[in-house]
């Protein structure tokens, strides 16, 4: 008997929709993901701040594919906050506290890849803020 392909090659179109809106506030896009790791489609609107986060287990790479925008890092006593711009890419290690803004005039889009897959919203933690955020 044949392998169901559907589950071996997997092809998915980025969703009109959000899938669901992450614990730090930004729009959430899923696409594929293979057992060591996963991709996903983050975008955060014009004007918008996310929440202030930390990731128990899994670690991040950020690939910013459109807009303007900043994000702020912070792991131990280390602290660094870069442009966020197409182009830039940038990691986010397991236990590192980070928060990004838009600051543009268009929705920051960013590719998002996680080692290991995404395993749900209980992965961030909220802790504070380093930017103030609209309520």
């Not at 290690?93 to 980070?98: E, I, N, R, V």
Request: with cysteine; glycine share 10%; hydrophobic share 35%.
């Amino acid at each position: 008997m044949a392998p169901n392909l559907t589950y071996i090659f997997v092809t998915k179109q980025l969703a009109e929709h959000p899938d669901y809106f992450a614990p730090d506030g930004s729009e959430i896009r899923l696409l594929p993901w293979v057992r060591g790791g996963g991709f996903a489609h983050c975008q955060l609107p014009v004007g918008k701040t996310s929440q202030t986060v930390v990731h128990r287990n899994v670690e991040e790479i950020w690939y910013c594919l459109s807009g303007e925008g900043e994000i702020w890092r912070q792991f131990g006593e280390a602290e660094l906050i870069n442009g966020l711009h197409p182009g830039v890419s940038i990691t986010i290690p397991t236990g590192a506290s980070f928060q990004f803004r838009n600051t543009g005039s268009q929705p920051l889009c960013i590719l998002i890849a996680t080692m290991p897959p995404w395993p749900g919203k209980e992965e961030a933690v909220p802790v504070d803020n380093h930017w103030t955020i609209d309520t």
